[in-house]
């Protein structure tokens, strides 16, 4: 059991060994061990996100009483490796008008936020790549800046539906960045740290969830608005805008994003479990299991809600984000205060 | 060489190379994503000088908010008749902006050298954020406290402008 629980560890462990013994010197080691790392969250997110592609069809079609993909192997389970080989040897086609630089560029920038965010969440007791002092606050800093790849890309292919769904994209991601940060603030209040290591040990005892109710609920909902997911996926709206910001981009780029998608979708739901539901704390199973277990959980939930709602209208999703999520987290985050206030000052109840 | 002195070269470069390019470009979009560029350079400066907090603060508010607002007012304005390629024509006047820039250079430099420095000896906390906050909330919470008023006013008078305009129309 211990071993199983540890078994990452050690490997990352066995390799700073090995890495030492081979005769590096101490900033050597270090740097192999951030490629060792960076090479460990690629592989997590890839291997994520391909199953979670076909995880959401085949969720759909439960959801939707249809058998969804079950041609390819055992019930299907093989259909995203085959859609993977055909979107790799499909052509990549660049519009006459577009602006090249910036239009293949996008779909490579598109990675840079999620595997920076991946590089801090912790998968397991001592399973976070850098355990930072600033943690959720670098994670919020370093999401901020995945609205930029979605614009270039809009503006970029130079296509109004491409432009449109970026200026949607960006301004809802804007606004649900703000009761998302404020869904956090209590957490950190309660746990009175930002390292996420520090965090998942404040929940030895309760889970966040149960602490937080309101604050989960609307990171849920800031999370499902940040990766544009339906019922929020305005910036794609296929009834509307053909398919958005992708419009332009075809073969393995127009996978990129798609690929992009799901793994920002594992690095909101990682959070999710992180904060809230205990990361890595949980009975009988080791711990990293525990914790992509819960990510599971969340994902589902992801892709039930896209399932379910139908697609909000723009003037309500901003109006919804500014005037009941901002309102709602502030008074969340000040009666979390005042909470914390009196049980530090000896009135604890519980 | 120390690895940091290599890494602020790197870093400097970077940075350099594209403030050079925001004004050089001649389109403006290219030019603002320069710009972006180079807020994220500076964010990487201050982690080299181990100041963690600052440069979250950098990267959250300039290469996520303040590039974003400056990308949507490109978006929203349209100069040079549609030919992208001569929206940013600023990079011509060279000797205006060498004046201004040689006078901000000086101001900036002779508050620099007038100003005198506290060195300490101690060793920055690792953990400094429980500091950052009780120095801002005690010691300095009166500016602190300007500086929301300033934008809450700031933000009121965006949006009364902007409705203006609209009501006009």
């Known amino acids: 059991m211990e071993f199983l629980n540890n078994i990452f560890v050690n490997i990352a462990q066995w390799i700073r060994e090995l890495l030492a013994a081979l005769g590096f010197s101490p900033v050597w080691v270090e740097m192999g061990m951030a490629v060792v790392y960076l090479v460990a969250i690629l592989g997590v997110c890839v291997l994520v996100a391909l199953f979670y592609v076909l995880w959401e069809r085949k969720l759909a079609g439960y959801i939707q009483r249809r058998p969804g993909p079950n041609r390819l192997g055992p019930n299907g389970w093989l259909q995203t490796i085959a859609d993977a080989m055909k979107l790799l040897t499909k052509e990549d086609v660049v519009p006459q008008g577009a602006d090249r630089i910036v239009h293949l560029l996008a779909a490579l920038f598109i990675f840079v936020p999620t595997v920076l965010a991946l590089a801090v969440i912790p998968f397991g007791e001592g399973m976070a790549a850098l355990d930072l002092n600033l943690g959720i606050f670098y994670l919020i800093a370093v999401t901020s800046l995945s609205t930029i790849p979605i614009f270039m890309a809009g503006w970029s292919s130079n296509n109004k539906y491409s432009l449109v769904g970026s200026m949607r994209a960006v301004a809802q991601m804007v606004s649900y960045e703000i009761p998302l940060v404020f869904s956090l603030l209590g957490v950190i209040l309660i746990a009175g740290t930002m390292k996420l290591q520090g965090v998942v040990e404040a929940q030895s005892s309760v889970w966040f969830i149960v602490l937080q109710p309101v604050a989960f609920v609307i990171f849920l909902i800031c999370a499902i608005a940040e990766t544009n997911r339906a019922p929020f996926d305005l910036p794609e709206g296929e009834s509307e805008l053909t398919a958005g910001v992708y419009t332009e981009y075809s073969g393995m780029r127009w996978a990129l994003f798609y690929l992009a998608e799901y793994c920002n979708m594992f690095v909101m739901s990682s959070v999710a479990a992180t904060m809230f539901l205990g990361g890595w704390h949980g009975p009988l199973l080791p711990g990293w299991l525990w914790f992509l277990l819960k990510t599971f959980l969340i994902m589902s939930c992801f892709i039930w809600f896209r399932w379910t709602f139908p697609r909000i209208r723009v003037d309500h999703l901003m109006n919804f984000s500014w005037k009941v999520l901002v309102p709602l987290s502030l008074a969340n985050v000040f009666v979390t205060g005042i909470g914390v206030y009196i049980y530090n000052n000896g009135l604890g109840w519980w | ?169």
């Not at chain 2, 290599?6 to 710009?35: C, D, P, Q, R």
């Not at chain 2, 992208?84 to 006047?93: I, L, R, S, V």
């Open chain 2, 1 to 169: 060489m120390d690895l940091q002195v290599i890494a602020f070269w790197i870093i400097a470069f970077v940075t350099l190379g594209s403030a050079l390019a925001v004004v050089y470009l001649t389109n403006i979009v290219h030019s603002a994503l320069a710009l972006i560029m180079t807020f994220l350079g500076i964010a990487s400066l201050y982690l080299t000088l181990h100041a963690d907090f600052l440069a979250a603060v950098q990267v959250l508010v300039y290469a996520g908010a303040v590039s974003i607002l400056i990308v949507f007012g490109i978006m929203l304005i349209t100069r040079g008749e549609g030919r992208m390629c001569e929206t940013n024509t600023f990079g011509k006047y060279k000797y205006t902006a060498f004046v201004v820039i040689a006078a901000l250079f000086g101001v900036i430099s002779y508050f620099i050298i007038i100003t005198p420095w506290q060195v300490t000896n101690g060793i920055v906390a690792e953990e400094n954020m429980g500091t950052i906050g009780e120095v801002l909330f005690n010691n300095f919470v009166i500016p602190f406290e300007l500086a929301a008023i300033l934008l809450t006013v700031a933000m009121i008078g965006a949006i009364v402008i902007a409705r203006e305009v609209k009501n006009l129309k």
